[in-house]
């Protein structure tokens, strides 16, 4: 048993537990310390990622391959960033304790264990080490009614995903004979024993997994999740959860369920579709920036979605850039959404912006960077990801997706265009308070990101390229 | 032959004190039910060779969850008569919703193939040298300790969830802060009236205890308290 593979989880739940003790401990506010001896913990953690060795550990049930070190990292950067973005507003809002760093941290882990998990067992229950901490956190504003409603509905509904899931995971081990994803492709190679009772069973999974992505059809929660939770944890669950959850579908859908790829293409076909159309048309008439988020990723992942319909070694690469991509996209807007503050209140709507571009031009120009990368014109990083995933599917002709995915993101530019409308056109109002230090740092740090990625794109694309010889040899 | 019989009463009075759980009219009567139905469970673990089982069944189960549920049951007191008025609006399609499912998933398990070793697999689970609770044991510690490990954290989590979501540090809550205990003097509490022989007791003789010294109050704040900065 080689469980030094798992160290850097080991280190960050011993962390964890480490930062709650002194969180209950310490006399006074602790909410500081805890947050930045989280994110140290996280920066530990990553450093540790790098260091590590590849193979499977705990029987198989562990694995560290170039997936799980790409996705572990960006998962790790968006907590950290996440954790940062939250200092000052969760001041404002009153709601500074120091267990939400730690909420963020074990979910972080549940999610490190997603993308590691090499069995059945091991990815429900680092899916649910990251949703019971995501809940919560949802619901973390408790004296607010509109969090405290978001924290139920996502827990109501995340409790039935969860539970189609593991009914889909019942059928697949019984059908399979294995728990392990190893056993279940061997099973799956002779097409005659997939019988319809393993295909229930992936349909099943699917469903678990698509609404954990929040895709649709199983989308429903998400612009109210999004809308009701603190904005911080708004940007935690656009970007850190997103990722582990995709990585997870692709690796789910090709590695166990790779020899079963014509049973399933054409329903993550049509749920990509569906994604990609509802993220485009139901984002033109929202008012609210974060209900407009809530769609815009929601679309967003439609197109991850064609990158795990292609089912092939281009298709996971697309994946995983386009996830890289996305991160810092969604996580530098959250930046400025929580920079908008009128005289100590938090404003949410698109009109709030008005007149931006001349009270507050730096901010206006790193919205600027996002919307159009997120609208995907180059040379901006948003255009690097879409270009890969439609990429990946005309290789793998899959036409329809590829056309479809260029007129929904023409569609969608509308919306991102008039954000920047907003900004630089519209009669200014007054000027928003002076933004925190911090927000500064990750929209200046995301900023630069999607701007420069097309200078230096290779140490990414040859990641994404070397985690997709995990699954295809 | 023995065996045999134990195994149909412990089998026939499980199944009919599960069905008395359900359609017990006074909850109290469920919970003694279900309480009825583990013993049964247990003894047919016993019967299967799964002593261990058997006792976390008595033990965790019995002493514990159903104690819980007998006090929530009390405690709580909720109208079962009023949860139970939708059941006959909604039974027909419920039970047709069911039998739907039932159906599809005859036709689901319709096509399963069975591994040709399964009848043996299933008569011997364990090897017959290893004790029961020594291959649970190495089940859960030896090869499955990630996931067993991963399952207390999950544990943790839903702790800390129930902590930070409905635990409020009240200023009304009145706790025991021994060190202000310790530290109340007399001069706080008594006080010598003089009184009067054959004279009634004056009804100035009736006093309410001073008023703690504030200083004691603030520090005092800080005493047991897990959450900070909640008041605002």
Not at chain 2, 64 to 79: G, H, T
Not at chain 2, 214 to 230: F, L, R
């Amino acid at each position: 048993m080689n469980w030094f593979l798992s160290l850097p989880e080991i280190v960050l739940a011993l962390s964890g537990m480490g930062i709650l003790l002194l969180g209950v401990v310490k006399r006074g506010d602790a909410t500081q310390i805890c947050s930045m001896l989280t994110i140290a913990a996280l920066v530990l953690c990553a450093v540790l990622i790098v260091g590590n060795s590849f193979g499977p550990a705990f029987e198989g049930q562990f694995l560290a391959d170039p997936i799980s070190v790409f996705a572990k990292l960006l998962i790790l950067a968006a907590s950290a960033f996440s954790v940062l973005l939250s200092l000052d507003f969760n001041e404002r809002a009153h709601i500074a304790r120091f267990e939400f760093p730690v909420l963020v941290l074990f979910a972080t882990l549940g999610m490190m264990m997603m993308v590691s998990a090499g069995n059945m067992m091991s990815l429900y229950l680092g899916l649910e080490l990251q949703s019971l901490s995501i809940y919560v956190l949802a619901a973390f504003a408790r004296d607010d009614l509109r969090s405290a409603e978001a924290g139920l509905k996502y827990f109501v509904l995340g409790a039935l995903a969860s539970g189609l899931l593991l009914y889909g995971i019942s059928l697949v081990y019984g059908f399979s004979g294995s728990m392990d994803f190893v056993g279940i492709a061997h099973a799956l190679a002779d097409p005659a024993s997939v019988s319809p009772g393993v295909i229930v069973g992936i349909v099943f999974v699917i469903t678990g997994l698509a609404f954990k992505v929040a895709a649709v059809p199983f989308h429903m929660w998400t612009p109210d999740v999004y809308e009701g939770a603190p904005t911080p944890v708004t940007a935690f669950f656009g970007t850190a959860p997103k990722v582990a959850a995709m990585v997870l579908f692709a690796r789910v859908m090709m590695g166990p369920f790779g020899h079963a790829l014509g049973q399933w293409q054409t329903l993550i076909e049509t749920i990509s579709i569906a994604s990609m159309i509802l993220g485009a048309l139901a984002a033109i008439g929202q008012t609210n920036i974060k209900r407009l988020m809530a769609y815009s990723s929601i679309g967003h992942m439609g197109y991850v979605l064609i990158g795990i319909a292609c089912g092939n070694a281009a298709g996971l690469r697309s994946v995983l850039i386009y996830l890289a991509v996305y991160v810092f996209m969604f996580l530098g807007t959250f930046a400025v959404i929580l920079a908008m503050r009128r005289r100590g209140e938090a404003v949410e709507t698109i009109a709030d912006l008005a007149g931006l571009g001349r009270n507050d031009p730096a901010l206006a120009l790193a919205m600027t960077v996002f919307m159009f990368s997120m609208a995907g014109i180059p040379p901006l990083s948003g255009f690097f990801g879409k270009l890969y995933v439609f990429l990946a599917a005309v290789q793998s002709g899959l036409w329809g997706l590829a056309v479809i995915g260029v007129l929904t993101s023409v569609v969608g530019a509308f919306y991102y265009l008039r954000i920047i409308k907003v900004m630089y056109f519209d009669e200014p109002g007054s000027a928003f308070d002076r933004r925190a230090p911090s927000l500064s740092v990750v929209a200046a740090a995301t900023g630069i990101f999607t701007t420069f990625f097309f200078l230096l794109p290779a140490p990414v694309l040859n990641a994404a390229q070397a985690a997709a010889k995990v699954l295809f040899g | 032959m023995i065996t045999m019989i134990a195994f149909y009463v412990f089998a026939a009075i499980l199944v009919a004190s599960a069905a008395l759980v359900v359609s017990a009219r006074n909850p109290v009567h469920s919970v003694l039910f279900l309480i009825l139905a583990f013993f049964n469970a247990a003894g047919l673990f016993l019967l299967n060779g799964a002593e261990f089982l058997a006792m976390i069944l008595v033990i965790v189960y019995v002493g514990a969850v159903a104690v819980l549920f007998l006090f929530v049951v009390m405690m709580l007191d909720v109208n079962f008569v009023e949860l139970r008025e939708g059941v006959q609006r909604y039974a027909p399609i419920g039970a047709m919703v069911g039998l739907v499912l039932f159906v599809e998933l005859l036709m689901v398990i319709g096509g399963w193939r069975f591994a040709p070793a399964m009848p043996t697999l299933r008569a011997a689970p364990t090897q017959t040298n290893v004790q029961n609770t020594a291959a649970l044991g190495d089940a859960l510690y030896t090869h499955n300790v990630l996931l067993f490990q991963l399952a207390g954290l999950v544990l943790l989590v839903a702790m800390i969830g129930a902590i930070v979501l409905t635990l409020r540090d009240r200023s009304v809550s009145r706790r025991q802060v021994i060190a202000r205990q310790i530290a109340r003097s007399a001069d706080l509490s008594l006080e010598m009236v003089p009184m009067a022989l054959n004279a009634g007791t004056p009804a100035t003789s009736f006093r309410r205890p001073l008023p703690e010294p504030v200083a004691h109050e603030a520090s005092a704040a800080h005493h047991g308290a897990v959450h900070h900065g909640e008041e605002h």
